[in-house]
């Protein structure tokens, strides 16, 4: 029987069982023993899991207590000098955790390591730091430790590490320069080869056959020298003594696909659900005894997949293969909610739509079997099952909505209400009065223990609407009193009653269905429970506007009227894939330009609409580009060219390079735009300056992911470095990002600083 396997599996649990382990290693309240015992129920419950599936080959070393990648870069010993790393110690949990967000239970606090997305995912990575003549060694032993924790329960596995050549893609140095894959980088692999190699004869060493190796910059327009690094760096390897199983997913090899021409690995593993057209391309450039790993259960997202369409697509490879086809989801599972059985809230007929990642295993099963000379009756039965769901999904009436498809005949001439900025912000200047250097934060502020139960008993109905209201109210007052009394010059409400910036809206708006325990991993601990957008978006009340009046109505200082962008909805939701893109973000750019208007209406004078998956959303070719960046900027002045001119447009990015796309961000027009500055200590703001950008800019000076409390002077010189490339009329002083995940005492001195170094640059 054809062999199935994994790529990968959701490291946090069915319940979200790691992050409440680590949070609580984290507070004290459990200790590194504790910890660990969590760490193994959960990889021992994941094995059977996938075995149980019929799984063949089950992944060892996707379990992360952060972060893959960040793991791999402590077992390679590749610690920034400033976290006092001995060059012959292990490199202990604590420091990974330091290395993630600035502190541990032990060890010296420090500046966190840089964090951004992967590739075109809302998952997050800790950026690896690189110098010139690094040097490397087997620091850590977890992938070790793990391999014989799995093959003591029985298992026969599939280690899965970073490939050398996409580690070093992703990592960052001073001593490299910015953009598409410093060649520069490359001269680490003459130090960095000879540990993979110890790493894959260790791995040997342990009687395993196959080891998985991930490059996903073969997705991407890679330079020359790259491409030809690859025979090198593979023929290197091959002295490991493994059979190499060489990863792609996310994109279309392209021209990339010779690169796989005589390459030494076993074989590939590509994505034929993003790109079904290369299985030609791939298939062409197989020797006679390689394998081929097809992935063809969608990894990205939550429906059920057409069997039948993947079955026809891959029957003739699976023909002239026999057993070197191995059939696969697309990427890891990482990115999708663990068990559609925990789920008892859904309707019956939604549910049956979605998979998540142990029904996906499932359908993988029944794929590899549909594929056999001899199909047998409950093959048979399972196959027509699935059938009769996608059409049913088909032919529902609940998926489109009368009049939504008039609004968006009559969107295009929309988008070009706005007057010049120059005009706007004259106007707004004139309307709020503000001083030089404000002050804002980016939304949220802290959502206490007493906000999560009080939003957690009225949805279970312990708590009345009225008692509800009344709760988040005080919240309110309470942090429009905190803002005022330290000096911040435009205000938020504190989104109290958001449990998501997403899911929030999405709970409101027409379309959108939601679940219990869908929960994936963004980074960290930090765990999204993604809505589910099955069919066309309407809004059929205001979402906040009561909310942000209330706030208003307690102070003379402008309060944002807070929003999310319909491009950051788009992605951080599983979206319905019986349509373009495109068409559902115009949707939602419709909703958003309703409530735009009706904050307006309430008074609110300054509005932001944060658009942190922007760059995310982007294409992985630069070919690709120009098409996603025309609808996106469309959609996000969709939502807002219909503001009046004395009306201040902020919108927000976190997390994200988007260097290369300045000129769709200024296409974007938002009056004010925030950005994370601070781990990345003001490099973004290169791209600002050399294009010249015409609007203001909010430099974060704060990283609120990390609990650690910036000195007043470190935020004055960021600013102090700001204004040396941007006018300092243009600039505003403001955090990374929302403060939903910190501490009050933290945020009260973080903030506190940060107004008080907005004050003393009004003087120097």
Known sequence: MTIIHSLGYPRIGAQRELKRAVEGYWAGKQSADELDNVGRMLRARHWKQQAQAGLTLVPVGDFAWYDHILEWTCLLGAVPARFGQSGTEPVQLDTLFRMARGRAPSGTPAAACEMTKWFDTNYHYIVPELVPRQSYRIARSYLFDQIREAQELGYRVKPVIPGPLSWLWLGKGDAFSEGAGDTAKLALLDTLLPVYVQVLQEIRALGVEWVQIDEPILGLDLPEPWRQAFQRVYETLAEGGVRILLATYFEDLRENAGILQDLSVAGVHVDLVRAPDQLARVLAVLDDEQVLSAGLIDGRNIWRTDLDKAAKLIRAAAAQLGERLWLAPSCSLLHVPVDLDSEHELDAELRGWLSFARQKLDELKL????????????TQIALQRQREVLQGRKQSERIHHPGVQVRLE??????????PFSQRVASQQGRLGLPAYPTTTIGSFPQTPEIRLARRDWRQGALSDTAYEKAMRAEIEHVIRFQERIGLDVLV????????????????????????N????????????????????VRPVAMTVGWSAYAQSLTDKPVKGMLTGPVTILQWSFVRDDQPRETTCRQLALALRDEVADLEAAGIAVIQIDEPAIREGLPLRRADWQQYLDWAVDCFRLSTAGAREDTQIHTHMCYSEFNDIIEAIAAMDADVITIETSRSNMELLEAFEDFDYPNDIGPGVYDIHSPNVPRLEWMVDLIKKARKRLPAERLWVNPDCGLKTRGWPETEAALLAMVKAAQTLRYT
């Open 410 to 419: 009559n969107a295009p001439g929309l988008t070009r209400n706005r007057a």
């Open 493 to 516: 409400h504190g989104e109290p009653e958001r449990n998501d910036m997403v899911e929030y809206f999405g709970e409101l708006l027409g379309g959108f269905a939601f679940t219990q």
């Open 367 to 378: 794929l590899a079997a549909s594929l056999t000379d001899e199909v047998d009756a409950d």
């Open 518 to 537: 869908g929960w994936v991993q963004s980074y960290g601990s930090r765990c999204v429970k993604p809505p589910i957008i099955f069919g066309d978006v």
